[in-house]
């Protein structure tokens, strides 16, 4: 059985930085795309981020281009988000993300559509 576990929200003030990771156990081999996923009071999740099983490809949601940053180490199945420059309209609960559907190296779309999800982080951001 697939099992996500976030891990690293909090509360931070406005223009503070916050690392979010994500473990994923039930997995062999780590040849799948991982991401991030977020979610307001009264809003629809949002995609935030996503990157390929091999790191060579990274997406974005709009509104945390240039802000925020995803990586992964395959040895330990971990996915990571640094987020830098935090906003107030930054908080939410925070969702980990595996497997799935991401665009094909040719497209320039940004998009992820995954298959397993974790329980959520909260992040805070005060303004």
């Known amino acids: 059985q697939v099992q996500l576990v976030e891990s690293g929200g909090g509360l931070v003030q406005a223009g503070d930085s916050l690392r979010l990771s994500c473990v994923v156990s039930?997995?062999?081999?780590?040849?799948?795309?991982m991401g991030w996923f977020r979610q307001a009071p009264g809003k629809e999740r949002e995609f935030v981020a996503a990157?390929?099983?091999?790191?060579?490809?990274?997406y974005y949601g709009d509104s945390v281009k240039g802000r925020f940053t995803i990586y992964r180490d395959n040895a330990k199945n971990m996915v990571f988000l640094q987020m830098n420059s935090l906003k107030a309209e930054d908080t939410a609960v925070y969702y980990c993300?595996?497997?799935?559907?991401?665009?094909?190296?040719?497209?320039?779309?940004?998009?992820?559509?995954?298959?397993?999800w974790g329980q959520g982080t909260q992040v805070t951001v005060s303004s």
């Open positions: 993300a595996s497997d799935g559907e991401v665009p094909g190296p040719s497209s320039s779309a940004s998009y992820y559509y995954p298959t397993y």
């Open positions: 039930g997995r062999t081999f780590p040849r799948y795309p």
């Open positions: 990157i390929t099983w091999s790191g060579d490809r990274t």
